[in-house]
T-cell receptor, first 107, second 114 residues
Framework: GENVEQHPSTLSVQEGDSAVIKCTYS??????FPWYKQELGKGPQLIID?????GEKKDQRIAVTLNKTAKHFSLHITETQPEDSAVYFC??????FGAGTRLTVKP | DTAVSQTPKYLVTQMGNDKSIKCEQN?????MYWYKQDSKKFLKIMFS???????INETVPNRFSPKSPDKAHLNLHINSLELGDSAVYFC?????????????FGDGTRLSIL
């Protein structure tokens, strides 16, 4: 089955800096790669997703890049704000989640 | 106008008891899911129902039984609760069948076994 590895497990940045979270997957049949944000006491919320027919997708301060050859995809958050602090999860084929990244943005 | 709602939000009970968690979605989606999030925040899918029919059943003990009275509801019944069942359980839904679609999650039910 699919195996998804996510790094780093924790990330602390200064407000205004960029944050990058990376995921690798094992199943070459994976074709859908979502990113979810989970705030304390809440359920995961989809923030961006990408399908395998594109290499990059951007939505305001958030972007996702996909390298199918290397089987990895990354979440990029620019101009980080304190409200970006949360746990972020990637997922690949059949909603196999990575272990999560706790992002802290310091004001 | 909550999209995916779960009740109760918190559930504290003793080992050996039987309990149920309810989930409802008002998005008109065809597929609903149950996930388990353990103490280390790891999220794992348990079940998937498409239009009231079970389509995915991961390696979950048969003490866990999902029930879908209609496509807007997917309840989770757990028999003979064990300490290891302590976790946060999330219900989710998506528009189409298949896992590779955007999913909408509820806010979770925190189950604590004493």
């Amino acid at each position: 089955g699919e195996n998804v590895e996510q790094h780093p497990s924790t990330l602390s940045v200064q407000e205004g800096d960029s944050a990058v979270i990376k995921c690798t997957y094992s199943d070459s049949a994976s074709n859908y790669f979502p990113w979810y944000k989970q705030e304390l006491g809440k359920g995961p919320q989809l923030i961006i997703d990408i399908r395998s027919n594109v290499g990059e997708k951007k939505d305001q301060r958030i972007a996702v890049t996909l390298n199918k050859t290397a089987k990895h995809f990354s979440l990029h958050i620019t101009e980080t704000q304190p409200e970006d602090s949360a746990v972020y999860f990637c997922a690949a084929k059949d909603m196999r989640f990575g272990a999560g990244t706790r992002l802290t943005v310091k004001p | 106008d909550t999209a995916v709602s779960q009740t109760p939000k918190y559930l504290v009970t003793q080992m050996g008891n039987d309990k149920s968690i309810k989930c409802e979605q008002n998005l008109g989606h065809d597929t609903m899911y149950w996930y388990k999030q353990d103490s280390k925040k790891f999220l794992k899918i348990m079940f998937s129902y498409n239009n009231k029919e079970l389509i995915i059943n991961e390696t979950v003990p048969n003490r866990f039984s999902p029930k879908s009275p209609d496509k807007a509801h997917l309840n989770l019944h757990i028999n003979s609760l064990e300490l290891g069942d302590s976790a946060v359980y999330f219900c989710a839904s998506s528009q189409d069948g298949g896992l590779n679609q955007p999913q909408h999650f509820g806010d979770g039910t925190r189950l604590s076994i004493l």
